[in-house]
T-cell receptor, first 112, second 115 residues
Framework: NAGVTQTPKFQVLKTGQSMTLQCAQD?????MSWYRQDPGMGLRLIHY???????DQGEVPNGYNVSRSTTEDFPLRLLSAAPSQTSVYFC???????????FGNGTRLTVT | GENVEQHPSTLSVQEGDSAVIKCTYS??????FPWYKQELGKRPQLIID?????GEKKDQRIAVTLNKTAKHFSLHITETQPEDSAVYFC??????????????FGKGTKLSVIP
């Protein structure tokens, strides 16, 4: 099993550009989520999904969109990037909402 | 919403000593408490977790204790080794309804083990 696969590993955007961070898992997990990690702030939940076709907002959802058309994939979209979105982004999946998270390797995003 | 506070933010110990990291949570409905270890430049990985119906759990040199009354839980690492150096995150999870859970992380503790 590959686990949770995130692409790209690094990305530089200019303010106002859009992009999609890809996330895929091959563990048949129902739960998937996106976190951002900023120095001294821990991991903050952006959006999550409890199954295909179902998504919900987390703690810091503004500026991000998600969709979950399949169990395997959970892309994160930045519609108009802002410098405040410079961060490391982690996708995670789990069997259930109260079971261990399996994280991807992260995407380091810089917005200039 | 849930608030998880984690202390200390940094911790230095001599190799072989014990390390203790403490977390408090605000919502008494939280019932699942995982701990994650993140090495520099790597992804977080689960090292141990505990549920609210258990007071203590051990896995070799790592243990977690939970005090539901006081709403705090702690990570204990004994006989620390240089490879224990990392950032450790605690988290608390509660059921929100409709199959949805809320997981809130603490801000992390940077542990340095000095050889």
């Amino acid at each position: 099993n590959a686990g949770v696969t995130q692409t790209p590993k690094f990305q530089v955007l200019k303010t106002g550009q859009s992009m999609t961070l890809q996330c895929a898992q091959d563990m048949n997990h129902e739960y998937m989520s996106w976190y951002r990690q900023d120095p001294g702030m821990g991991l903050r939940l952006i959006h999550y999904s409890v199954g295909a076709g179902i998504t919900d907002q987390g703690e810091v959802p503004n500026g991000y969109n998600v969709s979950r058309s399949t169990t395997e994939d959970f892309p994160l979209r930045l519609l108009s990037a802002a410098p405040s979105q410079t961060s490391v982004y982690f996708c995670a999946s789990s069997y259930a909402g109260d079971s261990p998270l399996h994280f991807g390797n992260g995407t380091r995003l810089t917005v200039t | 919403g849930e608030n998880v506070e984690q202390h200390p933010s940094t911790l230095s110990v001599q190799e072989g000593d014990s390390a203790v990291i403490k977390c408090t949570y605000s919502d008494s409905a939280s019932n699942y408490f995982p701990w994650y270890k993140q090495e520099l430049g790597k992804r977080p990985q689960l090292i141990i977790d505990i549920r609210s119906n258990v007071g203590e759990k051990k896995d070799q040199r790592i243990a977690v204790t939970l005090n539901k009354t006081a709403k705090h839980f702690s990570l204990h690492i004994t006989e620390t080794q240089p490879e224990d150096s990392a950032v450790y995150f605690c988290a608390a999870s509660k059921y929100k309804g409709a199959g949805s859970y809320q997981l809130t992380f603490g801000k992390g503790t940077k542990l340095s083990v000095i050889p």
